[in-house]
Structure formats: C-alpha cells, structure tokens
C-alpha cells in the first residue's frame, strides 16, 4: 500500500485486489486481538470481587499485559505496512521488538494515547479526532525513525 500511494499506483483495478489481500490479515489481527482482549476482561470480571490475596497480585500483572499488549498494537500497522512481504504474526513480532527496543516511546506513547482515548469517550467527537490523528502520527513516524536508524547501522 505504502509503494502504491507514493507512487501513485492506486486506482480502482488495483484497489479491491490489495483491499482483499489486506482484508485476510486484518480479519486474522482482529480476531487475535478480540481473544486476547475477551481474555484479560475476563480476568478482570471474574476475579473482581474476589477477597483472595493472590488476585490482588494478579490484577496487576494483567494490567501490564494489557498496556503491553495495546502499545504492541499501537505500532503493529506501521511495522506491518513496512514489511517487503507482510504477515500478521511478523509484524506483531516487529512491533513487539521496537516496543522492547524503545520502551521510553512506546509506553510513553501508548499512555498518552490511552489519556486521549479517555478524553475522546468522555468529550466525543472533537478529541476522537485527535485522538485517532495522534495514534496514527506517533506510530508511523516512531518506526519510521527506529526503521531509518537500523538502516544506517
């Protein structure tokens, strides 16, 4: 997709083929995520009113899985989109190795989407707007960066 839009390949003809092409790894990412995040709610859910002392170190353990997972996520579409051959389990990879590799961007990032993601609830339209606007923009231009200088070393 990257390629096409900056070559300015894309039209009709090319469209539905690289939209279906993408539908299939998407559908996959998706599916993955409703799991893991069906998962971590249930967690959650069925231990909350729970007295024991073991899920009160438990909770957060999940709670670290789950910002873990959501900053994975935040950055797999752009590892994704610059794969030569792209697949969901790669890019999930690649995204979790720039997560590892820049935790200070990553976390910071994920922490400060999330505090929008709060805000664009509460308020709606105006910050869902931002909201998407700065997820999209942070994340391509974070492995764009980590992709620039891996290149050059």
């Known amino acids: 997709f990257h390629e096409w839009v900056s070559e300015g390949e894309i039209n009709y003809a090319t469209l539905f083929p690289a939209m279906r092409a993408l539908w299939k790894d ?3 990412w998706g599916a993955l995520n409703v799991l893991v995040w ?30 873990g997972w959501f900053t994975v996520n935040l950055y797999f579409w752009p590892c994704y989109f610059r794969m030569p051959s792209p697949q969901v389990g790669s890019a999930l990879r690649r995204s979790a190795r720039f997560a590892l590799a820049h ?8 922490l400060v989407a999330l505090v929008l993601l709060v805000f664009s609830v509460v308020l709606t339209f105006f910050l869902v707007v931002a909201w998407m606007s700065w997820v999209g923009l942070l994340a391509e231009y974070a492995v764009e960066t980590a992709t620039a200088h891996q290149s050059t070393d």
């Open 103 to 110: 935790p200070g961007v990553a976390v910071g990032g994920a």
């Open 26 to 28: 998407a559908l996959g």
């Open 38 to 67: 069906l998962i971590l709610g249930g967690n959650f859910a069925l231990s909350w009113h729970s007295p024991a002392l073991v899920w009160w170190f438990l909770r957060p353990v999940w709670a670290l899985t789950a910002l």
